[in-house]
């Protein structure tokens, strides 16, 4: 972290029960999210609350109670800015219409019923449910370490019979505290790319749809990805 998280943390030691984990090297979301998980799971008791979110303060912490309240009868809630109530401030145009189009096309190609927010990190999870993810995958219940972890996350708990609702939640970008890490070619690759998203899912016909309309089209985006 280059933003003094750790001396923040330290701080906040002092009056909160708060615990700092983590590793030297930046190795993306998806990797923090595995590792956040790993060491969370011997810990955790079954009906035991995970809350997930941004880091650039974009949150809306205001859903968090209705958050709380709704995982006491679902495996997963998501915040989303695509239903009802949920909304957008403050972000660029493109962007705008890029996560619109991400959104439309995560539900033509995963179709998680009710589901319109595939990407976002801010989520709460049922502990039973991150449980029976690990145990259907074992080490290989996130393989992406990128943005697009949120995506594979998602539908490998769809595929296990997750009871997955939304709220609608507003992303702020006005109060964004730092530029995002993703740029937009990487988002569109990130979307798309056949290897890294259609084999989280059985249906032939949308990994046909990937390979066929983005490989060839993205096929620079393993390097960056990667590295």
């Not at 740029?183 to 056949?194: E, K, L, S």
Request: glycine share 6%; with cysteine.
């Amino acid at each position: 972290s280059t933003d003094n998280t750790k001396k923040v943390i330290d701080t906040l030691k002092k009056k909160y029960p708060v615990s700092l984990i983590g590793y030297s090297k930046n190795q993306g979301p998806g990797f923090a999210f595995k590792y956040g998980f790993n060491h969370l799971l011997p810990r955790a008791k079954d009906n035991d609350t995970l809350i997930t979110m941004e880091s650039d303060n974009t949150t809306d912490y205001l859903v968090i109670k209705q958050m709380l309240f709704l995982i006491k009868k679902h495996d997963v809630v998501l915040s989303s800015p695509f239903i009802k109530g949920g909304k957008f401030i403050g972000v660029e145009v493109f962007r705008l219409l890029l996560a619109k189009v991400s959104s439309i096309l995560d539900r033509l190609i995963f179709g998680i019923n009710g589901v319109k927010t595939y990407a976002s990190f801010f989520r709460a999870y049922r502990f039973s449910i991150i449980k029976k993810l690990k145990r259907r995958y074992k080490n290989k219940f996130i393989t992406d370490y990128g943005f697009t972890s949120a995506v594979e996350i998602l539908v490998k708990l769809s595929n296990i019979g997750a009871e997955i609702i939304e709220v609608p939640a507003t992303v702020d970008w006005t109060k964004r505290k730092e530029k995002s890490r993703a740029n937009t070619h990487q988002i569109q690759a990130a979307y798309c790319w056949r290897s890294k998203i259609c084999k989280w899912t059985k249906k032939n016909r949308r990994e046909k749809f990937c390979n066929n309309k983005c490989k060839r089209k993205y096929k620079g985006y393993n390097n960056w990805y990667n590295n």
